[in-house]
């Protein structure tokens, strides 16, 4: 299908092959368990289906897609192999490379710019794979997969009784998505946010 080897996997250890293949043939995902849980497979998804958009909008008609376009799409894929713990944004004057503990650590503050949440420091995951920890100095419940120009975020925050889960939930995707979006210029396709503990009020 593609020249990419069989050794170009992805910090989790899938790889980059099978998920070239779900979003150029649309097939379903081959793990996808662990999919569901993995913030650097979902990342190269976002990346990859972004890349492809315009190759499939060809494909729909009749026509063939240029050979230079499918060659852009398959450079965007090795791009992902070759840095796997880089977000990367490509200028006209050149490439600036992010790396994912920059990311994670923008997450991380964000998170706790947004009133009554704190970031859940020290606390098991039920995914926690070294291969998929950002930043494993200083462990903190935050999971960052980056993949090309796109981000996928896991975070785990304690609130303080009282507000609104659900919209303190809202708050913090919102605020991370921005501060990601402003301060890195990197897409954040994904931003899951899992409350694991509740802490009393405040004093007043």
Known sequence: MTDIAYRDTLPCGVPLDEIYAQVVDQT????????AH???CRAALADLSEAWAP???LAAKPITAPS???ESVLAKVRLISRDPWYGMIT????????????VDAVVRLAAQEV???????????????????????????TNVGVAGSHVVIDVQIVIEMGPNIPTLAD???RTVRTDIERFTGLTAAE??????DVLPRAAR
């Open 28 to 35: 379903p995902p081959a793990r996808p368990k662990h999919q």
């Open 38 to 40: 993995c913030p650097h």
């Open 55 to 57: 190759v499939a909008q």
């Open 68 to 70: 230079s376009l499918l």
């Open 91 to 102: 200028t006209d004057h050149g490439r600036t490379r992010v790396a994912a503990r920059v």
């Open 115 to 141: 009133p009554h949440v704190s970031i859940a420091f020290g606390r098991p995951r039920p995914d926690k794979d070294p291969a998929t920890i950002a930043d494993t100095a200083g462990e903190s419940a």
């Open 171 to 173: 708050q913090v995707r």
């Open 191 to 196: 931003v899951d946010v899992t409350v694991v």
